[in-house]
Nanobody, 123 residues
């Protein structure tokens, strides 16, 4: 059974940093695209960024220069490093895996999802 498990969320002050991890089990995702999404209360789930099977990363405009996505295929894990956090970054963050080599910005294009981890940024 495929599982994606996020960790690393928490409460941080504005300007601070957090690193989220997404550990996959049940199969190897070394060639699969991985995406990070977030969902704030009352809002739709939105694409934060993704990483291709060849480790090219892509970002939404609102996180460019602040967030970095990386992957460690040996550990079957993807990371989201979040710096210079803002209160508007507060959301539940989800990782997702896609059975394609390149990430997509659409929630409908992903085959597996984690349960999410809460990130709260205080002002």
């Amino acid at each position: 059974q495929v599982q994606l498990v996020e960790s690393g969320g928490g409460l941080v002050q504005a300007g601070g940093s957090l690193r989220l991890s997404c550990a996959a089990s049940g199969r190897t995702f070394s060639r699969a695209a991985m995406g990070w999404f977030r969902q704030a209360p009352g809002k739709e789930r939105e694409f934060v960024g993704g990483i291709s099977g060849s480790s090219n990363s892509y970002y939404a405009d609102f996180v460019k220069g602040r967030f970095t996505i990386s992957r460690d295929n040996a550990k079957n894990t993807v990371y989201l490093q979040m710096n210079r956090l803002k209160p508007e970054d507060t959301a539940v963050y989800y990782c997702a895996a896609r059975e394609r080599p390149y990430p997509s910005g659409s929630v409908h294009d992903y085959d597996y999802w984690g349960q999410g981890t809460q990130v709260t940024v205080s002002s």
